[in-house]
């Protein structure tokens, strides 16, 4: 069964740089978003199974996301991918319902362990 990924972040590169590290033998399918509304917007349109979110965004940034999430109970899996290793930030989105916290750049075998780790991934 393919698992349903939407990466979330306003720089292309870093969405690009995310993909890249997505597991190759991973039976996913991927979306992308550009904010924290568009990928609201994605979530409500459809199932996502797991989320990859920055926290330093316009519109609406990764914490109005979790939030969100959390007001309208909804259920994925967040991994936070974020430049911003301030142990506050990290603790803050943990505490809001992410599973994870992945330092900028990322890299492959983070992500696997991530995935690995929490059963997202065998």
Known sequence: MSVSVLVVDDSPIARKMLRKALPADWDITVQEACNGQEAMLAYRAGKVD??????????????????????????C??????ADVQPLARERALGMGAIAFVSKPV???????VLREYGVMV
Do not use: H, K, W, Y
Request: no cysteine; aromatic share 8%; net charge negative.
């Open 50 to 75: 797991v989320m990859f979110l920055d926290l330093t965004m316009p519109t609406m940034d990764g914490f109005q996301v979790l939030e969100t999430l959390q007001a309208e109970d909804l259920n």
């Open 77 to 82: 899996f967040v991994i936070v991918v974020s």
């Open 107 to 113: 890299n492959a075998e983070g992500i696997r362990t």
